[in-house]
């Protein structure tokens, strides 16, 4: 399994960012999806998932409105379109599938960073 995510950086306070993450070495159509997100000296925390078929999203309370998880499932990709940006949204954004034994894989992460 390999996790790979891409489109982070330095935006402005209320500006956009699409985050991108290309999946390989599983049936990514299968499986549930999920973008968390890691802020300075706090926990990982679940920002949102999108099941397979992407016929249901959920998203955490904090980002409700301005992001949007969606997937091409011909492409093996999820994104992140994230809007109206905050500087509390400032972290690390990671790539997340568990598979049928409920392993977690990961990628590296992107960075995002919300400032003026």
């Known amino acids: 399994v390999q996790l790979v995510e891409s489109g982070g950086g330095l935006v402005q306070p209320g500006g956009s960012l699409r985050l991108s993450c290309a999946a390989s070495g599983f049936t990514f159509s299968r499986y549930r999806m999920r973008w968390y997100r890691q802020a300075p000296g706090k926990e990982r925390e679940l920002v949102a998932d999108i099941t397979s078929a992407a016929g249901s999203t959920n998203y955490a309370d904090s980002v409700k409105g301005r992001f949007t998880i969606s997937r091409d499932n011909a492409k093996n990709t999820v994104y992140l379109q994230m809007n109206s940006l905050k500087p509390e949204d400032t972290g690390v954004y990671y790539c997340?599938?568990?598979?049928?034994?409920?392993?977690?894989?990961w990628g590296k992460g992107t960075l995002v960073t919300v400032s003026s």
């Open positions: 997340n599938v568990r598979n049928v034994n409920a392993m977690d894989y």
